[in-house]
């Protein structure tokens, strides 16, 4: 089968549409999360006929994709503490098959007023606290780690696999705040956990067959070169420029939702 007859069924703005802003969501996505946020409204608008689910499911390869590719660039030069990771991926990967079990049965629309208000709160601390992420700001008990760790997991899994926009910057936010991470090692946690949550939902999702194939597989590759550049960068410039982007990125995400939810609606 050509390329051409592989996507027949799309326009060549919507292909050029969706390659590059998947390259775009693999680069803010390796630096702090949020990739969905720029995907899954790619997907939306290029795609209006299409189910949720199956939109979320295509979103999901290629966010598995990037998200692999910038765990790795990440686990190069981070030491991870692996009892506490591999405890966070255990809770976060049955929370996040229980959210996209959960999908058909709610209304995802109705979490976008409690997330809007969630994210002010958010930017309105990350600008207050100017040194927040810049360093490990405390050294938790291993014990208290895992205890912790897990319960963001559970919280945040569930989200991704029922919704899932910004779940790395959740995720972000949690290990610097709760755990005391710096934004680098906190990013590179994130990516690790993302991982684990996008596995748990996209067996639903292709358990369903809600995904399209053929375009997953471009956005997939488009995705694996923004995380690449992203993660390359985010290694290289350290802390300040992570939480730069992260701040500007959670800005992005309460415009998005202020959208849904006051015009929209």
């Known amino acids: 089968m050509s390329s051409i007859n592989l996507f027949a069924d799309y326009s060549s703005l919507s292909i050029l549409a969706l390659a590059f802003l998947a390259f775009t969501a693999g680069f803010i996505d390796s630096v702090v999360g949020g990739g969905g946020l720029i995907q899954i409204p790619a997907l939306l608008i290029n795609l209006p006929n299409s189910p949720l689910s199956v939109l979320f499911g295509t979103n999901k390869i290629a966010s598995l994709s990037g998200t692999s590719v910038a765990a790795y660039q990440y686990a190069k030069r981070i030491k991870y503490n692996f009892k506490v990771l591999l405890s966070i991926a255990f809770f976060s990967f049955i929370a996040s098959n229980l959210g996209a079990k959960s999908l058909s049965l709610f209304n995802a629309n109705l979490l976008k007023p409690f997330i809007l208000v969630l994210l002010i709160l958010i ?26 760790g897990s319960l963001i997991g559970i919280v945040v899994g569930f989200y991704d696999g029922f919704f899932g926009p910004g779940t790395g910057s959740f995720l972000i936010l949690g ?15 994130s990516k690790m956990i993302n991982c684990v949550t996008n596995i748990s939902a996209l067996l639903v999702f292709i358990r369903q067959g809600n995904y399209l194939l053929e375009l997953a597989v471009l956005m997939a590759i488009c995705n694996i070169m923004g995380s690449i550049v992203g993660s390359r960068i985010a290694l290289k410039k350290g802390n300040d420029f992570v939480r730069t982007i992260f701040f500007i990125v959670v800005t992005i995400m309460i415009a998005r939702y202020s959208y849904d939810v006051f015009i929209k609606n």
């Open 123 to 148: 930017a309105i601390y990350t600008f207050i606290k100017k040194d927040l992420g810049s360093i490990q700001t405390k050294t938790l008990p291993v014990r208290k780690q895992i205890i912790f």
């Open 175 to 189: 290990f610097v705040v709760v755990l005391g991470f710096d934004f680098v090692t906190a990013s590179a946690y």
